[in-house]
């Protein structure tokens, strides 16, 4: 392609980014970040730079630019905080944001509904004139970090404040998105502590006009544990693919931890939503029960039924658990939880409790904030409550039916 147009130009804007896609199956990690600055240039943004949230979502993080040696990429550059800056607005609420007098903006980098982080671009005009050319490129930035994620630690290192434990790198190895959703339904999850978990994890995934939801809970935390949850993702997900119901995956649950994992139990919520008729379906092994929130309020005891054992004893081999159903409303919310967010205790003795959880996510809801990122200042609050030093895994998962959105 030659030349290069004026201004934010969105008539070029195909040509250029079909070339920015020609050009990025050979590129590296590395250089991501210069093809899309050269992109921009192309497309008379201007210059451009991309920054990713970190595992814990409290910095963002940029890529090495052009012409950085290797040997500097990995190391760990000053980032932006996610709270209290215009760069951490723009990830937030997932808006472009832009200061006046400045001559930049901030594009938020969504794949899907999940959050990567943000592309910060100077603007020689209006950021409303570059608003479209601006977003299109910065999704095409989101999915040139996804795709080379996979295959290239660069990336996973720049998204990480820390070294990370065997067992947390088995699990996040194992780990899916934390927030996917349709025009449908929804659904966040975040884990900590992040760098150490042990024995907790979750899922989700959508299939046929259904959200699958589970969050595990394995005894201890170590890398037994973190097999254990390692073992019955992969068990989960197998029986599911093969059509199994909800009481067909605790079976495989249980007799996998049975047969190759021995005396190691595990608590388990495993559920579906239908997306279409709101029904609400579950299999609770010895796990807290659901939260149901509803106009603001936890509906008290409304997913409570009588407990269940926990997987691993074998138990459910011969009698799987029995089904829950519940109807849900639009604008409906499920709270999934596992024992190390509620039982977290402060230096003091405070205990977090299940009250503050409903609250937190309530109040953060009700301030118009999207589900994953209520979920991250719960999170973050959970950490300060317990001065960052959690004894046991915490995990949330929550689900959001939306059907007239």
């Known amino acids: 392609m030659s030349g290069t147009p004026q201004g934010g130009n969105a008539q070029a804007l195909g040509p250029v980014l079909a070339w920015v896609l020609e050009r990025s199956h050979q590129v590296s990690a ?12 192309r497309l008379g943004i201007g210059s451009t730079r991309l920054f990713l949230a970190d595992l814990q979502q409290q910095r963002l ?19 932006v905080d996610i709270d209290g800056t215009l760069a951490g607005l723009a990830y937030r609420s997932e808006r472009v944001q832009a200061a006046r007098g400045e001559g930049f903006a901030w594009f938020p980098m969504i794949d899907g509904v999940e959050r990567i982080g943000v592309m910060r671009a100077f603007c020689p005009r209006p950021v ?32 990480r404040t820390r070294p990370m434990s065997v067992q947390a790198e088995l699990l996040w190895a194992f780990l899916p998105p934390r927030t996917i959703g349709t025009a449908h339904a929804t659904s966040a999850a975040v ?37 254990a949850s390692a073992a019955g993702i992969a068990a989960c997900r197998s029986t599911r693919r093969a059509g199994g119901t909800l009481p067909d995956i605790a079976t495989a649950i ?21 997306t279409h008729r709101g029904e609400f379906t579950w299999v609770n092994c010895g796990h807290p029960p659901p939260l149901l929130i509803r106009d603001g309020h936890v509906l008290p005891h409304a997913l409570k039924r009588e407990s269940q054992l926990p997987l691993g004893l074998g138990f459910h081999t011969q009698k799987p658990p029995v089904r829950h159903l519940a109807r849900l409303q639009p ?17 003091t003795g405070d205990l977090y ?28 609050g959970l950490l300060t409550h317990h001065e960052h030093r959690l004894r046991d895994d915490a995990t949330i998962l929550l689900a959001q039916w939306h059907p007239a959105r």
């Open 353 to 380: 409790g299940e009250d503050r959880l409903a609250d937190t996510v309530i109040r953060a809801l009700a301030s118009g904030h999207n589900p994953p990122e209520a979920l991250r200042r719960l999170v973050h």
């Open 191 to 227: 884990l900590e502590p992040a760098y150490d978990i042990g024995g907790d994890a979750f899922d989700h995934t959508f299939t046929d006009g259904v959200l699958h939801l589970t969050l595990l809970d394995a005894m201890g935390h170590d890398l037994a544990s973190g097999g």
């Open 61 to 79: 993080t940029p890529l090495p630019q052009p012409g950085t040696p290797v040997a500097n990429a990995w190391s760990r550059p000053e980032g």
């Open 254 to 274: 249980d007799r996998t931890l049975k047969q190759w994992i021995p005396d190691r139990l595990m608590t388990a919520v495993l559920a579906e939503l239908d």
């Open 331 to 347: 604008g409906d919310r499920v709270l999934i939880y596992s024992d190390g967010v509620t039982e977290a205790r402060s230096p």
């Open 30 to 41: 590395l250089e991501v970040a210069g093809l899309i600055d050269e992109a921009a240039g």
């Open 128 to 159: 409303e004139d570059v608003m479209e050319v601006g977003l299109a490129l910065a999704t095409l930035a989101t999915l040139l970090v996804i795709s080379k994620s996979s295959h290239n630690d660069l990336i996973i290192a720049r998204e």
